[in-house]
């Protein structure tokens, strides 16, 4: 099992930039995806973006796209997610989850919640205009 931790997350204005981290521990040699999903209250969790954990292919859901940027240092079981030009409908908890088997078919897959094992507990990100 992998337990994931991310980084306090922030408050920012319209326009600045944040990074989250998520550190995975336990087993994560068997980890195949991580990913970043976000959820605002009151509506169900929502893909970011995804990462195959050795760093081949990495998915972005279409309103982060440009903006956001996923990597993973898979030496130190770390994962990040680099946050640019962010507005206020950025704000959001933002979650780091790990899929420790394959996903089938990855491009329409990747944002599937139930796709996820671990999952962390949730890092909050403000955006203000």
């Known amino acids: 099992e992998v337990q994931a931790v991310e980084s306090v997350g922030g408050s920012v204005q319209a326009g600045g930039s944040l990074r989250l981290f998520c550190a995975a521990s336990g087993y994560t040699y068997g980890t195949f995806y991580m990913a970043w999903f976000l959820q605002v209250p009151g509506q169900e969790r929502e893909g970011v973006a995804c990462i195959r954990w050795n760093g081949t292919s990495a998915y972005y859901a279409d309103p982060v796209k440009g903006r956001f940027t996923i990597s993973q240092d898979n030496s130190e079981n770390v994962l990040y997610l680099r946050m640019d030009s962010l507005k206020p409908e950025d704000t959001a908890m933002y979650y780091c989850?790990?899929?420790?088997?394959?996903?089938?078919?990855?491009?329409?897959?990747?944002?599937?919640?139930?796709?996820?094992?671990?999952w962390g507990q949730g890092t909050r990100v403000t955006v203000s205009s």
């Open positions: 989850a790990a899929a420790q088997h394959g996903i089938y078919p990855v491009s329409s897959r990747w944002d599937t919640e139930s796709e996820y094992n671990n």
